[in-house]
C-alpha cells in the first residue's frame, strides 16, 4: 500500500502502517513536520520506502520509523530537512535493517541536530549493513553544544556504515566544514567516512579499533 501527506504542517502523532510482503511507500510533502509516532513500510520480502521532506523536520524520542524486511533487502528511509535554511532534528528510532542486505537512512538539511538517544540500525542478520547519510551544510562532533555527541556517533557505528557529508548550499550560510571535537571510538568494523566541501578539522581522537 502507500500512503501521500502534503500539507503546511503534518504532525505524526499516530501510527502510519503500509507494510506487505514488499514494504510500502510513504511520502510526505510539508512545511513543517513533526513526528512523535510510528511510521512502518515493512515488507518481508522487501524493505519498503518512507521519503519526508519538509523545510523544518522534529523527530522527538518516541518516533519510530521503519522500512525494514526480515527475509529479504531492508528499505530505504530519507528525512530531509530544506538544503537552503531548514532544520533537522532527529531523535527515536530509525531501522532500515534487511537479512541478506542492510538499507539506507538519510537525514539531511542545512542543519542537522542529532539527539543523544537516537539510534539508527541498518544492519543485516547475513549480510552486508546499509548506510546513514548525514548531509548538511556544516557539522561538529561535540561532546556539547554540536550537531552530535561522539558517544552518540560511536553508538550508531555498531549498526551502520555512516558517512558525513558537507556542502554549502542556499542561504543557510556555512563553510561545507566538518569538525571533530568529541572522541569517536568504535571496533564494529563498520566506515565511518568524512566527505567535506572545504575542510576537516580533527581536534579529538577517532579510533577504528
Not at 180 to 199: F, I, M, P, Q, Y
Request: proline letters at 0%.
Amino acid at each position: 500500500g502507500s500512503i501521500a501527506l502534503s500539507a503546511d504542517l503534518v504532525n505524526q502523532g499516530g501510527t502510519l502502517d503500509v507494510s506487505g510482503l514488499r514494504g510500502g511507500q510513504i511520502d510526505v510533502l510539508a512545511g513543517q513536520y513533526t513526528d512523535s509516532g510510528t511510521t512502518l513500510a515493512d515488507g518481508s520480502q522487501q524493505g519498503g520506502s518512507i521519503d519526508v521532506r519538509a523545510k523544518n523536520i522534529t523527530q522527538t524520542s518516541s518516533a519510530v520509523v521503519s522500512a525494514s524486511s526480515s527475509e529479504g533487502e531492508g528499505g530505504r528511509v530519507e528525512l530531509i530537512g530544506d538544503l537552503g535554511h531548514g532544520i533537522g532534528q532527529f531523535g527515536g528510532k530509525i531501522y532500515a535493517t534487511g537479512r541478506r542486505r542492510g538499507g539506507f537512512v538519510d537525514t539531511s538539511g542545512a542543519t542537522v541536530l542529532i539527539d543523544d538517544a537516537l539510534r539508527v540500525n541498518t544492519s543485516s542478520a547475513e549480510g552486508q549493513a546499509g548506510t546513514w547519510l548525514i548531509d548538511p551544510n556544516d557539522f561538529t562532533i561535540a561532546a556539547s553544544g554540536g550537531n552530535i555527541t561522539g558517544s552518540a556517533l560511536s553508538g550508531n557505528l555498531a549498526n551502520n556504515d555512516i558517512i558525513i557529508s558537507t556542502a554549502t548550499q542556499g542561504t543557510a550560510g556555512g563553510n561545507g566544514d566538518i569538525f571533530v571535537r568529541d572522541n569517536v571510538t568504535w571496533s564494529s568494523g563498520k566506515a565511518l567516512t568524512l566527505n567535506a566541501e572545504r575542510n576537516i578539522n580533527i581536534l579529538a581522537t577517532i579510533d577504528a579499533a
